[in-house]
């Protein structure tokens, strides 16, 4: 994380991370969150990360959407295969 942090300093970039904390705060973060604040999400972990950050996104009541990157930190990382 220590990285991704330098990197957004070093390009001037505002960010916010939101760590997820139980099962299934990665798809109820991107469903619930104020959207307004954010002009995208980066979900940083494995294939099971990005599947539930996409179906969070998808799922969401008001049916806004932002875009969403991904950065593999997984055991496995097919999706970057």
């Given at each position: ?37 954010f002009c995208a999400i ?40």
């Amino acid at each position: 994380m220590d990285i991704i942090k330098e990197k957004m300093r070093i390009y001037g970039i505002k960010y916010e991370i939101i760590m997820s904390e139980k099962p299934f705060d990665t798809f109820l973060i991107p469903n619930t969150f104020d959207i307004h604040k954010f002009c995208a999400i980066i979900a940083v972990g494995g294939d099971g990360t990005f599947h539930e950050v996409v179906n969070g996104m998808m799922q969401r009541k008001d049916k806004k959407k932002i875009p969403v990157g991904f950065i593999g930190n997984g055991s496995g990382n097919d999706t970057l295969k």
